[in-house]
């Protein structure tokens, strides 16, 4: 019996299909979903999101939310979420360099406080994206001359 996983923001559909297992970053901790759950609601944080679908997983990142689990079901209510394999590591990179540079200009503390919350971001999705590339590379066979 697999979950039915939907995972959505406010500007799209990101997900919608049946998975074997969830992992999710919570207030509480990360947590562990697979089928005949206990029902639950919970607040997600930004981090990981992975998918387990036949032994593949799949991750994402997400930057926060909420969270309903029911025994068949998973919907993930998201801030924002990105599959790790379709980032942009170079936007990642100048979204870092951009946020570093208004924490050390900052003028208000409301200005620090995004800026903080960008640099996490970019550097979540640094790591993500670097670590799907690394996956990449390591998957592709290597032609001996």
């Given at each position: 019996?697999?979950?039915?996983?939907?995972?959505?923001?406010?500007?799209?559909?990101?997900?919608?299909?049946?998975?074997?297992?969830?992992?999710?970053?919570?207030?509480?901790?990360?947590?562990?979903?697979?089928?005949?759950?206990?029902?639950?609601?919970?607040?997600?944080?930004?981090?990981?999101?992975?998918?387990?679908?036949?032994?593949?997983?799949?991750?994402?990142?997400?930057?926060g939310g909420?969270?309903?689990?029911?025994?068949?079901?998973?919907?993930?209510?998201?801030?924002?979420?990105?599959?790790?394999?379709?980032?942009?590591l170079?936007?990642?990179?100048e979204?870092?360099?951009?946020?570093?540079?208004?924490?050390?200009?900052?003028?208000?503390?409301?200005?620090?406080?995004?800026?903080?919350?960008?640099?996490?971001?970019?550097?979540?999705?640094?790591?993500?994206?670097?670590?799907?590339?690394?996956?990449?590379?390591?998957?592709?066979?290597?032609?001996?001359?």
């Amino acid at each position: 019996m697999p979950l039915h996983l939907e995972i959505v923001t406010a500007e799209r559909l990101v997900l919608s299909d049946d998975v074997d297992q969830v992992n999710a970053p919570t207030k509480d901790g990360r947590v562990g979903i697979l089928p005949r759950h206990m029902p639950l609601i919970t607040v997600l944080t930004e981090g990981e999101l992975s998918i387990i679908k036949n032994g593949v997983r799949t991750e994402y990142v997400l930057f926060g939310g909420f969270m309903e689990v029911l025994p068949d079901r998973v919907t993930i209510l998201a801030d924002s979420c990105d599959r790790a394999d379709e980032i942009d590591l170079n936007r990642a990179e100048e979204a870092r360099q951009r946020a570093e540079s208004r924490i050390s200009q900052r003028q208000s503390e409301q200005e620090l406080i995004h800026a903080e919350a960008e640099l996490r971001r970019a550097m979540l999705q640094i790591k993500a994206a670097q670590a799907s590339h690394a996956k990449k590379r390591a998957a592709t066979p290597h032609h001996v001359d």
